[in-house]
């Protein structure tokens, strides 16, 4: 069974640092990751995915990695912003995709201004 | 608004009564997931559908939970006799398939007190 731990639980960084999140998986046959962020009393927004047979994956400031030989994902934010406080989840499915998503518990970030 | 609606965004319930959850997809997204999220923790997976066909139900947490999907669009995820353990805030997610690209898309979800 998939199991997904995200390091560190908090993190609050000033405004305008570059930043790293991690996200660790324990079944490499993971099928695709998904990297999104959770505003309070909100849905999911979805960030970026990234398939099994790719390596990292880019929208404007975000950068997310997937390395399945060591059971890890990163999501790099640049030149981090007050807006981007959240929380950020990762996910990933395995099964051949017949399963649902498996969450870690998820980074609550905030970025001082 | 093309997104993913639930309804309602808050149910407060006596406990043993029933509730019934909706969740309105996005347009021509085959694939329906229901997700289940206790208060600082991430969702946790309850089932699927692909089009009406409930094809994994293996996260619901007993057989008080129930859901259906008709006609392949709406769903909705009913549960009997409610308990305190039961709060929670229930997320709907829809994708076009199942394909290794596609990502799943959330709704808001639906916040449910049993007192």
């Known amino acids: 069974k998939q199991e997904v731990t995200q390091i560190p639980a908090a993190l609050s960084v000033p405004e305008g640092e570059n930043l790293v999140l991690n996200c660790s998986f324990t079944d490499s046959a993971i099928y695709n990751l998904q990297w999104f962020r959770q505003d309070p009393g909100k849905g999911l927004t979805s960030l970026l995915l990234?398939?099994?047979?790719?390596r990292e994956q880019t929208s404007g400031r975000l950068n997310a990695s997937l390395d399945k030989s060591s059971g890890r994902s990163t999501l790099y934010i640049a030149a981090s912003q007050p807006g981007d406080s959240a929380t950020y989840l990762c996910a990933g499915r395995s099964g051949g995709g017949a399963d649902g998503l498996t969450f870690g518990k998820g980074t609550h970030l905030i970025i001082q201004p | 608004g093309a997104g993913v609606s639930q309804s309602p965004r808050y149910k407060v319930a006596k406990r043993g009564q029933d509730v019934a959850l909706r969740c309105d997809p996005i347009?021509?997204?085959?694939?329906l997931f229901w997700y289940q999220q206790a208060l600082g923790q991430g969702p946790e997976f309850l089932t699927y559908f692909q089009n009406e066909a409930q094809l994994d139900k293996s996260g619901l947490p007993s057989d008080r939970f129930f859901a259906e999907r008709p006609e392949g669009s709406v769903s909705t995820l009913k549960i009997q006799r409610t308990q305190q353990e039961d709060s929670a805030v229930y997320l709907c997610?829809?994708?076009?398939?199942?394909?290794?690209?596609?990502?799943?898309?959330f709704g808001d979800g639906t916040r449910l007190s049993i007192l």
């Open positions: 347009s021509g997204h085959v694939s």
């Open positions: 997610a829809s994708s076009l398939g199942l394909q290794e690209g596609q990502p799943q898309h």
């Open positions: 990234i398939q099994s047979s790719q």
